[in-house]
């Protein structure tokens, strides 16, 4: 997963479902420079999210319960790769 890019990475995620350990795989690859804001919520009906903020202040979101942790890095790689094809490009 290309996390150069990241900005802002906020989730939101049920310990107990099935979901929270794509997220919590998800939050151990975050670099140390991304702003990192997350929330254990209790409540099963509230819902699960991940939202990304990257460097040109394009957000991605999506849901942990539904993807895999290799999923979640195809899904936020498809904007990471544009954003370092324009960064070789300007060079």
Known sequence: MITKYFSKVSVRF????????????FLSRMPATAKID??????????????????DKFNMTADPS???????GDYFDAHSRKLAIKDSIQE
């Open 14 to 25: 049920n310990p107990f479902s099935p979901g929270a350990k794509s997220a919590r795989i």
């Open 38 to 55: 997350f929330k254990v919520i209790n409540n099963p009906s509230d819902q699960q999210k991940i939202e990304v903020t990257f460097k």
């Open 66 to 72: 539904t993807m895999s942790v290799a999923d979640l």
